[in-house]
Nanobody
Framework: QVQLVESGGGLVQPGGSLKLSCAAS????????MHWYRQAPGNQRELVAKITTNGTTSYADSVKGRFTISRDDAKDTLYLHMNSLNPEDTAVYYC?????????WGQGTQVRVSS
């Protein structure tokens, strides 16, 4: 079975940092493009960042310069380093993988930014 398991979420003060991880299993991870999405209560799920199989990255304007997406193909793991967090970053963050129309979602991990 395919599993994407996010971890690393939690409560952080504004200006703080968190590193999210997404551990993949059941797929050939290195062949999949990987994304991070987030969804705040009452909001649509939005794309935060993506990374291709060759390491090309892109970011939503709202997180550009603050977040860094990376992948470790040897560990089948996706990361999202989040810096300078603000309350608007509060959301459930989801890991997503895609390859040739095959898509998978993680269960999400909650990030709360509050003082």
């Amino acid at each position: 079975q395919v599993q994407l398991v996010e971890s690393g979420g939690g409560l952080v003060q504004p200006g703080g940092s968190l590193k999210l991880s997404c551990a993949a299993s059941g797929i050939f991870f290195k062949f999949y493009e990987m994304h991070w999405y987030r969804q705040a209560p009452g909001n649509q799920r939005e794309l935060v960042a993506k990374i291709t199989t060759n390491g090309t990255t892109s970011y939503a304007d709202s997180v550009k310069g603050r977040f860094t997406i990376s992948r470790d193909d040897a560990k089948d793991t996706l990361y999202l380093h989040m810096n300078s967090l603000n309350p608007e970053d509060t959301a459930v963050y989801y890991c997503y993988s895609t390859w040739r129309g095959f898509t998978y979602w993680g269960q999400g991990t909650q990030v709360r930014v509050s003082s």
